[in-house]
């Protein structure tokens, strides 16, 4: 089993409405998680970190954890033609090394 | 403040050919990772520092080689270099805790012909 799943998409979605982007992790010892965007040709930049189990919210952006479940997920509420790109999501693992899924393709149709 | 800066930004190899990727930052950051992306992939971790005089494989080691002799330093080296490796490289840097982000260079896009 890989470190960090993701759905490689790419998943399309309507302007205006919620995408849900998906992650799974294996390490059960994983504290932190990390969902970044990256357009292409460019380096990833973070959007959200969560740490603890529940919701954590940033304007538009909600990322779900539930630690029990091996979960992280990423809500992107009123998606705009700007949020079009692929969003990856990153684990600490316990002996500190940071490893991302393959990332998840975004495309938001006008 | 400049961050985490890679040079070069583009590079072409041949089969065989050596050559060192460079990596700097100037946050003070004990910890730095190298990176590889291949096209339409995620990142994988090649090599990681957690200090200077530490380094430990990640994902994929093989065919490259790292040394940490600075905090500020981290280079990738590739010898006898491949096609398999072409790919983009990306070096990061984070603070020695495990809520904190990684910090993303520009990205070394290499060629290896």
């Known amino acids: 089993q890989k470190e960090v799943e993701q759905n490689s998409g790419p998943l399309s979605v309507p302007e205006g409405a919620i995408a849900s982007l998906n992650c799974t992790y294996s390490d059960r010892v994983s504290q932190s998680f990390f969902w970044y965007r990256q357009y292409s040709g460019k380096s990833p930049e973070l959007i959200m970190s969560i740490y603890s189990n529940g919701d954590k919210e940033d304007g538009r952006f909600t990322a779900q954890l539930n630690k029990a479940s091996q979960y992280v997920s990423l809500l992107i509420r009123d998606s705009q033609p700007s949020d079009s790109a692929t969003y990856l999501c990153a684990v600490n693992l316990r002996d500190d090394k940071i490893i991302f899924g393959k990332g998840t393709r975004l495309h938001i149709l006008p | 403040n400049a961050g985490v800066t890679q040079t070069p930004k583009f590079r072409i190899l041949k089969i065989g050919q050596s050559m060192t990727l460079q990596c700097t930052q100037d946050m003070n950051h004990n910890y730095m990772y190298w990176y590889r992306q291949d096209p339409g992939m995620g990142l994988k971790l090649i090599y990681y520092s957690v200090g200077a005089g530490i380094t430990d494989k990640g994902e994929v080691p093989n065919g490259y080689n790292v040394s940490r002799s600075t905090t500020e330093d981290f280079p990738l080296r590739l010898e006898l270099a491949a096609p398999s490796q072409t790919s983009v490289y990306f070096c990061?840097?984070?603070?020695?805790?495990?809520?904190?982000?990684?910090?993303f260079g520009q990205g070394t896009r290499l060629t290896v012909v």
């Open positions: 990061a840097s984070s603070l020695p805790d495990k809520n904190t982000e990684a910090f």
